[in-house]
Every structure is written in structure tokens, then in C-alpha cells.
């Protein structure tokens, strides 16, 4: 079989973990868990040449020079430069339309964190053979935690290496995430998808015909200058933004799974940043120079100025220059409403 192609997609407001996160430089751009950016380790996760191929970045004009500085060390990757956010089923449509049509695509985030890249390659060599016979497959993630912040995937009958999508599920209330991680039948949707491009754009078609010719004109339009590639700008304007979700993989009667159990996070909150590092003995995680006594569950993230925290737990202290955030886990979820983050 043909070499993988990873499309990377890049964007985002960088609200979720403001202060460090902002819109002028979001979560995939930080080196938020070790000394590597995300968007990096996501490269470097995808980089065994004997398995992949160099990778395609779709990404928009404001983070255009963060991706062309962190991809230097992948020359061959080239880089997709939307004229304007249109969700991921245009982003990934984009990347098809430049492909063959028998190449078989692995969609990743740039901001997931995965701890196992073993397991990682596994799932997708097991995803990339289900989509060379025309499944459009996604990662179901193992889940550890009855978590209501993920939509779920109910798995149906087996497949080689997998098994067929059963039905989607939106993300559930505590009661349902509960009766989810007992039943042992399902798995989070990790919005990481394996598509040969020629199938994903005839399906593309089949549910959402106006997206996909806007997406076809905007690429036979479109320019390309050095590395990267420019869809038509007025063709592209006429889509109607949606998810992949949406679009085609709640539409098609072709979706499949592959389980992946690879220490994966969306790294969505700093609750979730915080269970993705290294904690002491009583769950907190320091990163910078900090003091804490009595303290269980604590995150603190300071770039200069030395924090003391005595007696909490559960919460996060992030010192990003002259702004400072303190909240418990739960409140973190309302991190972007904050006028600070709204402000970047």
C-alpha cells in the first residue's frame, strides 16, 4: 500500500488556554507538554518515512508564518493557505482536491496531545487499509474517565483491524458518559479520520453537493507559490461552514472505527492540560518556578514571577507576562468568556 498522507490542520482562537494560548499564537503553536510545539509533535509523530508521506498543513493567513517556521525540519511538507475558516469538512475537501485520488489521507488535529506514538502508528496503519477499500474511518479513543466533553461512537459489527460505526453520539450529560464507560461499547471520537481522498470527495458530494463544487472550484482556481497553495478567495467564500462530523461521517452509510488506546488528549481546558504532564504524589503539575504546600490537584504554568499556593486544590495559576489566571478546573471551561481572552 501507498504511503500515508498526513493532512494536519491548523487554526483556532486560542481561548481555551488563555492566557498562554492566544489569537495571534494558539495552543498548536506552545510547547505545552515538553520542549516541543503541539503542531510539532504532531509533524514528528507523523514523520517515519517508511509509513508516511510528507505532510499536507492546511491553515489560514494568521498562523501561516508560525506553521512555515515549525515545519523547517519536514521539507517536503506543503502548506494549504485557506482565505478564510470554513470548519473542517472545507479544510479537509481542500486537502483531497490537491491529492490523488487514491491516496489514503490521515486528517489530524494539530493540538492533540498522544503519549504513545506506538500505539499511534498502529491505529493508523489499521485505519489507512479500512479507507484504502472505501471506509471513511475514524480514531475511537478508549475512554478512561466518563467524560462529557467529547462526543462518543458506539461501535457496531467488527471489520479487519476495527469495527463498522454503529451511530455517532453528541456529547452526553454525566448519567449517559457513566452508562458509556460501563457499557464498554463505545469510544470517544478523537476527530481523527483516515479517507481515501477520491471516496471522501464522492461522498463529500453526495451529502453536501454545494461544498464540494465550491471546494473544486475554489482548488481549480486557486495559485500556487513556492510551497504553499491559494484557493480561489470568491469561490471559497460561497461555502457554508460544518464540521466533517456533520457533513459526511453522521451521513455516510461507509463509516468505520478503529480503536486506539494511545494516551490521547484534546488538551481542551488546564484540567486536561494538567492530566496530561507529569504530576507529584498528590496530582499537582508546576511548570516554572513554583512552591506549593498542602496543595492536590493544582496546576501552575509561570513564565517569570515565583508562585506560592498553600491549601487548594483543584485549581490553575497561569502567569503569562502582565496577565494572570486563576480558576478552579471547573470555572476553566468559562476561561473564554473572560474579556481578557476575548481581547488577546
Known amino acids: 500500500m501507498s504511503k500515508i498522507v498526513p493532512v494536519v490542520l491548523c487554526g483556532g482562537s486560542g481561548t481555551r488556554l488563555w492566557p498562554r494560548s492566544r489569537k495571534h499564537k494558539p495552543k498548536p503553536f506552545l510547547p505545552l507538554i515538553g520542549e516541543r510545539t503541539m503542531f510539532e509533535a504532531t509533524l514528528g509523530r507523523c514523520g517515519a518515512p517508511e509509513q508516511f508521506a510528507p505532510p499536507v498543513i492546511v491553515t489560514g493567513t494568521a498562523h501561516l508564518e508560525h506553521v512555515e517556521d515549525q515545519a523547517r525540519d519536514f521539507p517536503g511538507a506543503t502548506v494549504i493557505v485557506e482565505p478564510e475558516a470554513k470548519n473542517t469538512a472545507a479544510a479537509i475537501a481542500l486537502a483531497a482536491e490537491r491529492l490523488p485520488r487514491d491516496a489514503v489521507m490521515l486528517v ?124 480561489d478567495a470568491a469561490a ?25 488506546s494511545m494516551g490521547w488528549s484534546d488538551i481542551g481546558s488546564w484540567a486536561a492540560l494538567r492530566d496530561a504532564t507529569d504530576r507529584d504524589h498528590d496530582g499537582n503539575s508546576v511548570r516554572g518556578r513554583a512552591e506549593l504546600v498542602g496543595c492536590s490537584g493544582v496546576f501552575v504554568d509561570t513564565d517569570g514571577p ?20 486563576v480558576t478552579t478546573m471547573e470555572g476553566a471551561q468559562k476561561v473564554g468568556k473572560l474579556a481578557g481572552a476575548a481581547r488577546q
Open 108 to 231: 489530524c488535529p494539530s493540538d492533540h496531545h498522544i503519549a504513545d506514538e506506538r500505539a499511534f502508528r498502529a491505529a493508523a496503519a489499521a485505519a489507512a487499509k479500512l479507507a484504502a477499500e472505501d471506509w471513511l474511518v475514524s480514531f475511537g479513543i478508549t475512554p478512561t474517565a466518563p467524560e462529557t466533553g467529547y462526543g462518543y461512537i458506539k461501535q457496531g459489527e467488527p471489520l479487519p483491524g476495527g469495527c463498522r460505526v454503529e451511530r455517532f453520539v453528541e456529547k452526553p450529560d454525566m448519567t449517559n458518559a457513566q452508562r458509556f464507560l460501563a457499557d464498554g461499547g463505545y469510544s470517544w471520537n478523537g476527530g481523527i479520520f483516515a479517507y481515501r481522498a477520491g471516496f471522501f470527495l464522492d461522498e463529500l458530494a453526495r451529502h453536501r453537493p454545494a461544498l464540494a463544487e465550491a471546494v473544486r472550484h475554489a482548488v481549480e482556481q486557486g495559485r500556487e507559490d513556492g510551497k504553499r497553495f491559494h484557493p
Open 306 to 325: 515565583r508562585v506560592s499556593v498553600i491549601g487548594l486544590s483543584d485549581v490553575a495559576i497561569v502567569v503569562d507576562g502582565d496577565e494572570v489566571l
Open 236 to 260: 471559497f467564500a460561497q461555502i457554508v461552514p460544518e464540521s466533517v462530523d456533520y457533513a459526511v461521517m453522521e451521513e455516510t452509510d461507509r463509516a468505520a472505527m478503529v480503536p486506539a
